[in-house]
T-cell receptor, first 114, second 109 residues
């Protein structure tokens, strides 16, 4: 079945460590996104990519990095520079235009800093 | 600034009808989405409105008034499985999605 796979589902990190969250999709979507979700807040955009080898910062990109070497893959690295990384991270994909397209989300990755 | 407001939490009874409101103030408007999110899971698409009026899809309907910056999601014949958070999101003039914080809906037997 087509969909988006995120891994790991749960991740624990010590302060000062970088961690990478995986996101793979087989929907043949050009656009991919990373969101962060905190309790009581709306989804906040970290990074997005409309095409391979290109990506743009979202509203809260500081302390994060991404790559888009393949259409299917859009990994997110949470660096030690991210001051408050404990959150639920969601990867999504869509056809490039959001005018009529919907977002398809992965199951999410919950990161906890110890 | 851009803002989307939804009630934080609502409670309803199984079999009843509930209306979840969403008001928005954004720089431009290119459509409004409703998503459902069960606890600890990913959001799933429910509806999309770009023109004024009511869109019906089974037990769920979504209404939009662009002049009032207002939408609602109507859920009929509530089932226990409808217990979830409902997220309202608006696409602004730059085609960026702005998300509300979500409304947690609790269904009681």
């Amino acid at each position: 079945d087509g969909g988006i796979t995120q891994s790991p589902k749960y991740l624990f990190r010590k302060e000062g460590q970088n961690v990478t969250l995986s996101c793979e999709q087989n929907l043949n979507h050009d656009a991919m996104y990373w969101y962060r979700q905190d309790p009581g807040q709306g989804l906040r955009l970290i990074y997005y990519s409309q095409i391979v080898n290109d990506f743009q910062k979202g509203d809260i990109a500081e302390g994060y990095s991404v790559s888009r070497e393949k259409k299917e893959s859009f990994p997110l690295t949470v660096t030690s520079a991210q001051k408050n990384p404990t959150a639920f991270y969601l990867c999504a994909s869509s056809i490039p235009s959001l005018v009529t397209g919907e977002l398809f989300f992965g199951e999410g990755s919950r990161l906890t800093v110890l | 600034g851009q803002n989307i407001d939804q009630p934080t939490e609502m409670t309803a009874t199984e079999g009843a009808i509930v209306q979840i409101n969403c008001t928005y103030q954004t720089s431009g408007f290119n459509g409004l989405f409703w998503y459902q999110q069960h606890a600890g899971e990913a959001p799933t698409f429910l509806s999309y409105n770009v023109l004024d009026g009511l869109e019906e899809k089974g037990r769920f309907s979504s209404f939009l008034s662009r002049s009032k910056g207002y939408s609602y999601l109507l859920l009929k014949e509530l089932q226990m499985k409808d217990s979830a958070s409902y997220l309202c999101a608006v696409t602004d003039s730059n085609y960026q999605l702005i998300w509300g914080a979500g409304t947690k809906l609790i269904i009681k037997p």
